[in-house]
T-cell receptor, first 114, second 110 residues
Framework: DAGVIQSPRHEVTEMGQEVTLRCKPI?????LFWYRQTMMRGLELLIY????????DSGMPEDRFSAKMPNASFSTLKIQPSEPRDSAVYFC????????????FGQGTRLTVV | RKEVEQDPGPFNVPEGATVAFNCTYS??????FFWYRQDCRKEPKLLMS???SGNEDGRFTAQLNRASQYISLLIRDSKLSDSATYLC???????????FGTGTRLKVLA
C-alpha cells in the first residue's frame, strides 16, 4: 500500500478563495482524521470519520470549514472563504479499529493564504 | 488545563547522552498512549506505543504512570539522527479522538 495520500502538497491561494484538500486513506482503514498543525497551536484534531460517517467535528474552527467522506477511499476538507489565519499544514491520517494501533499520516498539505 | 502537556524544549544534548521527556494528561480514563516522532517539515510517525507495564525498543524506553497521569520517553546513547520533535499522544477516554501534545524538540549535538 502506498500509505495515506494527500493532495496537493502545497497550496497558495488568495484570501476569499475556496480551498479543497484531498485525502486517500490506507485501504481497509475505517477511521480517518483531519489535523491542522501550526507553530502556535501544534497538531489540532479538526474532525474524524468512522466508516465514512463524521463522528466528532468539534475541532472544526468555524462554518467556513467543512469535511466530507463520500466513500471509504476519499475525503475532502474544504475552506470557503479562506483567510490568512487558515495558513497551516493540514494532515490527514487513517487507522484501523484497534484502539492500540497507530494512526498513519499523509505527508500533509502546506496551505498559505495571502 | 490542556488535555495533553509537554515541555516544548529545546533539549540540547551531546551525542551519547541520555535524555528523558515527560508528558502529562488530564483524563484519568484515557486508555491508549503513544510517542510519535516528527522531523522538520515531515509528517508525524509512530515511534512506539506505551503499555501499562512499560516497554523498550532498543535505545528507547517508554513508561506509563497512571497514578500521576504521565508518560515518559527515555532515549539512551543519543545519536545525531535522534534530533526531532517528539509528540505525546493520548486518546480521549472511550473514543478514537487522539490528542497530540505540542511536542518536545530534541537537538543532539556532535
Amino acid at each position: 500500500d502506498a500509505g495515506v495520500i494527500q493532495s496537493p502538497r502545497h497550496e497558495v491561494t488568495e484570501m476569499g478563495q475556496e480551498v479543497t484538500l484531498r485525502c486517500k486513506p490506507i485501504s481497509g482503514h475505517d477511521y480517518l482524521f483531519w489535523y491542522r498543525q501550526t507553530m502556535m497551536r501544534g497538531l489540532e484534531l479538526l474532525i474524524y470519520f468512522n466508516n465514512n460517517v463524521p463522528i466528532d467535528d468539534s475541532g472544526m474552527p468555524e462554518d467556513r470549514f467543512s469535511a466530507k467522506m463520500p466513500n471509504a477511499s476519499f475525503s475532502t476538507l474544504k475552506i470557503q472563504p479562506s483567510e490568512p489565519r487558515d495558513s497551516a499544514v493540514y494532515f490527514c491520517a487513517s487507522r484501523d479499529g484497534d484502539m492500540n494501533t497507530e494512526a498513519f499520516f499523509g505527508q500533509g498539505t502546506r496551505l498559505t493564504v495571502v | 488545563r490542556k488535555e495533553v502537556e509537554q515541555d516544548p524544549g529545546p533539549f540540547n544534548v551531546p551525542e551519547g547522552a541520555t535524555v528523558a521527556f515527560n508528558c502529562t494528561y488530564s483524563n484519568s480514563a484515557s486508555q491508549s498512549f503513544f510517542w510519535y516522532r516528527q522531523d522538520c517539515r515531515k509528517e508525524p510517525k509512530l515511534l512506539m506505543s506505551v503499555y501499562s507495564s512499560g516497554n523498550e525498543d532498543g535505545r528507547f524506553t517508554a513508561q506509563l504512570n497512571r497514578a500521576s497521569q504521565y508518560i515518559s520517553l527515555l532515549i539512551r546513547d543519543s545519536k545525531l539522527s535522534d534530533s526531532a520533535t517528539y509528540l505525546c499522544v493520548v486518546n480521549k477516554a472511550g473514543t478514537y479522538k487522539y490528542i497530540f501534545g505540542t511536542g518536545t524538540r530534541l537537538k543532539v549535538l556532535a
